[in-house]
T-cell receptor
Framework: DTAVSQTPKYLVTQMGNDKSIKCEQN?????MYWYKQDSKKFLKIMFS???????INETVPNRFSPKSPDKAHLNLHINSLELGDSAVYFC????????????FGPGTRLTVT | GDSVTQMEGPVTLSEEAFLTINCTYT??????LFWYVQYPGEGLQLLLK?????DKGSNKGFEATYRKETTSFHLEKGSVQVSDSAVYFC??????????????FGQGTILTVHP
């Protein structure tokens, strides 16, 4: 039933490690996104994929690499984690039309120690 | 790029009070406008939307009207409940240029409703 799912929900790791977050949507949408929410609740887009093609890549460090094996999945891999990467990461999906809403996953809370 | 300015929070109200959360935006082209709500520990849920000028979006007693001339999309509710306590986000969905297709969020407004 879950429309947009993410795993894991919580991720605690040490500086310098590499980690991945997975996202899947069963809504049949063409476009998927990663957003980062900081401790002040500010949400900023990181990446967007449309039919497995990268279409938005905001000013995100190269340590962050998205991968879309098919249009239902968008994973986020982070190398050499830093303290400042601690945040909640949300995956979202939507149809391409501007009038369509985005549907968000439950979020992954990443804590880097 | 697109940007959003939301009313500074936190906002604290008593149950049954009237709520207004102001939102103004700048956007390329003709965006659609959305309000999302985030309950504690959860993801974002769509609250309401409007896709063209003078449209009114409504849901769960909340309303917002697309005002193109003032580039505003203020959220209102006539009588808030304790269960409305959450963070509210205004977001245009970009219609042109580098903003195309993405939601740009305001800083969010924290609402706390007391019994």
């Amino acid at each position: 039933d879950t429309a947009v799912s993410q795993t894991p929900k919580y991720l605690v790791t040490q500086m310098g490690n590499d980690k991945s977050i997975k996202c899947e949507q069963n809504l049949g949408h063409d476009t998927m996104y990663w957003y980062k929410q900081d401790s002040k609740k500010f949400l900023k887009i990181m990446f967007s994929y449309n039919n497995k093609e990268l279409i938005i890549n905001e000013t995100v460090p190269n340590r962050f690499s998205p991968k879309s094996p098919d249009k239902a999945h968008l994973n986020l891999h982070i190398n050499s984690l830093e303290l400042g990467d601690s945040a909640v990461y949300f995956c979202a999906s939507s149809p391409s039309e501007r009038a369509a809403p985005m549907y968000f996953g439950p979020g992954t809370r990443l804590t880097v120690t | 790029g697109d940007s959003v300015t939301q009313m500074e929070g936190p906002v604290t109200l008593s149950e049954e009070a009237f709520l207004t959360i102001n939102c103004t935006y700048t956007a390329t082209g003709y965006p659609s406008l959305f309000w999302y709500v985030q309950y504690p520990g959860e993801g974002l849920q769509l609250l309401l939307k409007a896709t063209k000028a003078d449209d009114k979006g409504s849901n769960k007693g909340f309303e917002a009207t697309y005002r193109k001339e003032t580039t505003s999309f203020h959220l209102e509710k006539g009588s808030v409940q304790v269960s409305d306590s959450a963070v509210y986000f205004c977001a245009p969905r970009g219609a042109g240029g580098t903003s195309y297709g993405k939601l740009t969020f305001g800083q969010g407004t924290i609402l706390t409703v007391h019994p």
